[in-house]
């Protein structure tokens, strides 16, 4: 079979020319297509960033305030922790009159007191305080922990009975003899002492 081609070799030229000037175009428009996707990809992240911070503008603001007022709640947490502590110090007031009556049923008969004066130490209480980094809140007070006793007495044994029964009465620890020395009292001779107590 033979085949005849009936068109001019002009028209075989345009042809192939249109061909090569279709597929250029195409291959351009896809090179451009595929530059553009990074870009376009680019762009999308930038502007999503910038949405995503304006997003967060309001929250840094609303942190930075609770942080204000979380600061604001710390401070009167440990002052009314501070308070507390205060307080628990002065409910161990002690109650001196159920106090000296029982005092006086530990006097031997010829023992007499001639003062009772408390004894100030710093003291360092625990405020009630949640566990944090610092750990509880530590405070010092200045509060009577212990007593001390002046009187006379007519003999030695009636003085050291008079400390074992001080010892031994629950209210009072440590009971020590500070001080202990003879001294005429009324024409006869007595032994006048001190004894440091601490509180039970």
Known sequence: ???VNLLSAESILNRRRSRRIRHWVATVITTVVISAIPIGFDLFKTARAAAVEND???MATEITSAKARLDTLNS???QISTQIARADALRTKRKWAS???ALSQQIPEDIW???LE???KATTQTARTEEQET???LITLDGPTGLSITGYSL???SLYEFMENLKNAGFLKNVELTRSSREPVQGSIAVRFTLLCDWQ
């Open 135 to 137: 750990g509880p809140k």
């Open 56 to 58: 967060l503008k309001p």
């Open 155 to 157: 003999s030695h044994d």
């Open 113 to 115: 007191l001639t003062s």
């Open 99 to 101: 106090f000296l009556i």
């Open 118 to 120: 408390t004894t100030a």
């Open 1 to 3: 079979m033979i085949s």
């Open 76 to 78: 009167q947490y440990q």
